[in-house]
């Protein structure tokens, strides 16, 4: 588990699965469950003491340049997971504001209605 101190997210990283050597990188929530973020593929070259680490997002597109130091890509695995909670954060947001707009409009309709009924009451007891 790596903690980004200077971003205040967690990320954490699985142990390479045997069969394929992939590694999951996942965000940790505020409930503290995880969500996938991306795999690291470790590529082992030609050599066998140089190792290479290409990641990817969840629809297998590259997030970094491939690199050979793991750290650096922890320390970007935790920008990503920031982004990621801004964006989550923004959309929420946007969906609460689009929901207020709506029940604010219902209530000027409801407001309007009320106004017109009361009107046409007040007609209807004056015959």
């Known amino acids: 588990m790596k903690n980004a101190q200077k971003d205040k997210m967690l990320v954490r990283f699985s142990t390479p699965d045997p069969n394929t050597n992939t590694i999951v990188a996942s965000r940790v929530l505020p409930d503290n469950s995880e969500e ?7 590529d082992f070259g030609r050599e ?32 990503y997971a920031k982004e990621l909670t ?32 009361r009107g046409f009451n007040l007609l209807l007891n004056n015959f």
Do not use: C, W
């Not at 066998?48 to 695995?77: C, H, M, W």
């Not at 964006?87 to 929901?99: C, V």
């Open 36 to 42: 996938p973020i991306g795999m690291i593929y470790p």
């Open 48 to 79: 066998e003491d140089s190792i290479t680490y290409i990641s990817v997002n969840n629809q297998g597109r590259i997030l970094f340049p491939p690199t050979a130091d793991f750290v650096d890509l922890e320390n970007k695995f935790g920008g």
């Open 86 to 117: 801004e964006k989550a954060i923004t959309e929420n947001l946007r969906d609460e504001a689009e929901t207020l707009i709506e029940r604010e409009k219902a209530i000027k309709h409801l407001r309007k209605t009320n106004e017109r009924n």
